[in-house]
């Protein structure tokens, strides 16, 4: 090859790459120009007749089998009492509803909240403490009756 021709493509290969690297820097120029611009939103810049729209918002999804909120299902029409006597052994009592004295907590109607409030563990614990406070209690009711009952009112003090 002629030394002419080894000039043109050495000049044209510069070219090529100066090129490029141009292309480059316009590149990285542009996505900063974008980047200054989309800063605060990444939404696309509106029109000047879409800025006066409202955006329009997704409707919320809600299926029939779910309904979240508020229990839907009704307390049974069963008397309190009734329901407290399926759970014998339970330290539960009526104030109107359903009243857990172990753990001081009003409870539904519903049988199957009443199970799983059992099932916990902090009921066994408190349920626990409480008969011993109960057995206790009858202890002290026991031997204040029993010095009332015996010593006549002379020799009480």
């Known amino acids: 090859m002629s030394s002419t021709a080894l000039k043109r493509k ?14 480059e820097e316009e590149e990285e120029e542009e996505e900063g120009d974008a980047n200054a611009n989309d800063s605060s939103d990444d939404a ?3 029109a000047a007749h ?13 299926s029939d089998w ?3 909120g508020v229990r839907t299902s009704k307390e049974p029409s069963i008397p309190v009492s009734d329901r407290l006597s399926q759970f014998p052994v339970q330290s539960f009592e009526i104030f109107g509803k359903p009243f857990c004295s172990c753990c001081k907590l009003p409870l539904s109607m519903i049988k199957s909240t009443i ?5 916990t563990s902090k009921h066994t614990e408190n349920l626990v403490k409480y008969n011993e406070r109960v ?4 202890r002290r009711a026991d031997s204040i009756s ?9 020799e009480r003090c």
């Not at 057995?135 to 009858?138: E, G, K, R, T, Y």
């Not at 029993?146 to 002379?154: E, G, H, I, L, S």
Request: hydrophobic share 25%; no cysteine; aromatic share 4%.
């Open 115 to 119: 199970n799983t409030h059992i099932a």
């Open 10 to 23: 050495s000049t044209v290969v510069e070219d090529l790459l100066a090129s490029e690297s141009d292309e």
């Open 135 to 138: 057995a206790a209690d009858s």
């Open 66 to 68: 779910h309904r979240g």
């Open 146 to 154: 029993d010095y009332y009952t015996v010593k006549p009112k002379r």
């Open 44 to 46: 696309p810049e509106l």
């Open 50 to 62: 879409e800025k006066t729209r409202a955006t329009k918002k997704k409707a919320a999804t809600k």
